[in-house]
T-cell receptor
Framework: EAQVTQNPRYLITVTGKKLTVTCSQN?????MSWYRQDPGLGLRQIYY???????DKGDVPEGYKVSRKEKRNFPLILESPSPNQTSLYFC?????????????FGSGTRLTVV | EDKVVQSPLSLVVHEGDTVTLNCSYE??????LLWYKQEKKAPTFLFML????IEKKSGRLSSILDKKELSSILNITATQTGDSAIYLC????????????FGKGTKLSVKP
């Protein structure tokens, strides 16, 4: 089944404790992206990647890191999480490139930083 | 700055009503407009629109794009409680190589 898999689905952590949210897609998509979703603010892009080893900042990149060493994986790293990073996170992928296709979203990760 | 604005932000209707959700956009070089439905989890794809005036339909849902007015509408007829969700509009820019700009969404609640 074609899908984007995110883990974990739920995470409660403490301020300053490094964490990684994994994202993997099995559709050979070139484009991958991370969003956070907060009430009243909608989906805001954190980072995106056009292909392996190519990443770029979105609208709200502060406090986050990403890497794209393989086409299928695009982990989101919070080196020192803070309470304002409590949010619902989505990974998404698409074919990208010149032809625009809609995103396929992962199931989401609800992160709470205390 | 590119932006997508949805209205209304929230809407409460009764089963059987017809609703119209609006999406307007300002992007440098428009490529496509997409509608998603988000229930309690990830957004799921509804429609992608690239040409003005051509209606896309799926059951009780339909959508149309007006490039002259830089807008789109999503219609839902004979609403059901299962239509309760956040409806997201997103626009792709030709120069963005895959990025989508999302509106804040319209929260639709359908009461029995």
């Amino acid at each position: 089944e074609a899908q984007v898999t995110q883990n974990p689905r739920y995470l409660i952590t403490v301020t300053g404790k490094k964490l990684t949210v994994t994202c993997s897609q099995n559709m050979n998509h070139e484009y991958m992206s991370w969003y956070r979703q907060d009430p009243g603010l909608g989906l805001r892009q954190i980072y995106y990647s056009m292909n392996v080893e190519v990443t770029d900042k979105g609208d709200v990149p502060e406090g986050y890191k990403v890497s794209r060493k393989e086409k299928r994986n695009f982990p989101l790293i919070l080196e020192s999480p803070s309470p304002n990073q409590t949010s619902l996170y989505f990974c998404a992928s698409s074919l990208g490139g010149r032809s625009h296709y809609g995103y396929t979203f992962g199931s989401g990760t609800r992160l709470t930083v205390v | 700055e590119d932006k997508v604005v949805q209205s209304p932000l929230s809407l409460v209707v009764h089963e059987g009503d017809t609703v119209t959700l609006n999406c307007s956009y300002e992007v440098t070089n428009f490529r496509s407009l997409l509608w998603y439905k988000q229930e309690k989890k990830a957004p799921t794809f509804l429609f992608m629109l690239t040409s003005s005036g051509i209606e896309k339909k799926s059951g009780r849902l339909s959508s149309i794009l007006d490039k002259k007015e830089l807008s789109s509408i999503l219609n839902i007829t004979a609403t059901q409680t299962g239509d309760s969700a956040i409806y997201l509009c997103a626009v792709g820019d030709r120069g963005s190589q895959g990025n989508l700009i999302f509106g804040k969404g319209t929260k639709l609640s359908v009461k029995p």
